[in-house]
């Protein structure tokens, strides 16, 4: 086994053992298939207990295929979905979006890779016009891309202008758990209780096998109902439907049981690694100009600009990804099982580099 340590993704990380462990402990027996089993009705308290009563969840396989059928189930055939250029629906998925859902993206630029009302307003316009696909639903990324949060305000402020035109509010939530740790708050203060009405629930980044969600806010209304009415019928068209659903679901009951519990110790583990390793990158960059540090790390990610030579050198030693090609910026990502020394290695293989040069 290859043991280099890598900055690249949290889906570099393996499974955490709890996780692990609720996989075994309903690998007994015979158990109806296709979601018909307790560990997927548990899932369903799970859910309402983290984002409210009238809360209905879907267990699926990946993020994309998460976001894929929320959109989907949100769109008419004719509709379209506004977002930030880097979401990842728009920038990392393929074009499954549009392949698979066959919606349109109406994308906006955001340099901290977030939307707000401003920009938001931006892609509302020529309703009713048959020429243009029309804005049918909203999507954001918590966290974004650019490892920035939403606030409650902000997220309530783009629910009000979408909801006032007639669009649906939909939470990119693959990393939901670090936005929560580092907001200290509730999954449902910042997605229920400000306008969001669908949530892509990731639990992969934070230390599941396969298990990710499409959550209905609130399936007590008309359009809740029919979302939530059409979310098992696109599930199996999208080949999302797991047949031995007790092991995605138990895994999920495992990260979000009890409040989250597993979760957002997780999270807060990871947010705290990327804070120690953005400290320890100021700190180079204060006797080294050529470095920089252009975002703010607010959750699990930290994003500097290092020298080619620099970049170059250190992926000998960890794997992390070229952000951006042209100004050099690198993007590091911490995981539930990022160590100290993982971030103590990774800067003093920076400092190394810089002085080779």
Not at 2 to 23: C, E, I, L, T, W
Not at 78 to 89: D, M
Not at 96 to 118: F, I, R
Not at 234 to 248: H, N, Y
């Amino acid at each position: 086994m290859n043991n280099k340590r890598g900055f690249a993704s949290d889906n570099y990380a393996g499974v955490h053992p709890a996780v692990m462990q609720s996989m075994a402990e309903v690998n007994e027996g015979h158990v109806s298939a296709y979601g018909d089993d307790p560990e997927t009705a548990k899932f369903q308290d799970v859910v309402r207990e983290l984002f409210g009563a009238k809360a209905a969840g879907f267990p699926v396989f990946n993020g994309t295929g998460a976001n894929v059928i929320a959109l989907q189930a949100a769109t008419k055939r004719w509709e379209a979905v506004v977002c930030v250029e880097s979401a990842h629906i728009h920038a990392d998925e393929g074009g499954a979006p549009e392949k698979m859902a066959g919606l349109k993206l109406w994308t906006v630029p955001s340099p901290d890779g977030k939307l707000t009302p401003e920009l938001l307003k931006t892609q509302l316009f020529d309703f009713g016009f048959v020429h243009r696909a029309q804005p049918g639903v909203v999507s954001i990324t918590q966290t974004t891309e650019m490892g920035t949060l939403y606030t409650p305000d902000e997220v309530r402020a783009i629910a009000e202008v979408a909801h006032a035109h007639d669009l649906l509010l939909h939470m990119d939530g693959a990393r939901l758990s670090n936005a929560a740790a580092a907001l200290g708050l509730p999954f449902a203060k910042f997605t229920t209780d400000v306008g969001v009405d669908l949530v892509s629930l990731g639990g992969t980044k934070i230390g599941a096998l396969a298990a990710e969600a499409v959550v209905v806010i609130d399936s007590s209304t008309e359009r809740g109902s029919e979302l939530a009415d059409a979310m098992p019928y696109l599930r199996k068209t999208s080949m999302q439907l797991a047949s031995k659903m007790r092991f995605v679901s138990a895994q999920l009951n495992a990260l979000f049981s009890d409040g989250a519990a597993l979760a957002l110790s997780s999270a807060k583990h990871a947010n705290a690694m990327a804070q120690q390793l953005y400290a320890g990158v100021l700190e180079i960059a204060a006797d080294h100009p050529e470095v920089s540090m252009p975002n703010p790390a607010q959750a699990n990610a930290v994003f500097p600009i290092l020298p080619s030579h620099v970049t170059e050198r250190v992926q000998q030693d960890y794997w992390f990804y070229v952000w951006n090609h042209q100004t050099g910026q690198v993007r590091l990502m911490c995981s539930w099982d990022t160590t100290e020394e993982d971030v103590e290695g990774l800067l003093t293989s920076i400092r190394v580099a810089l002085a080779s040069n």
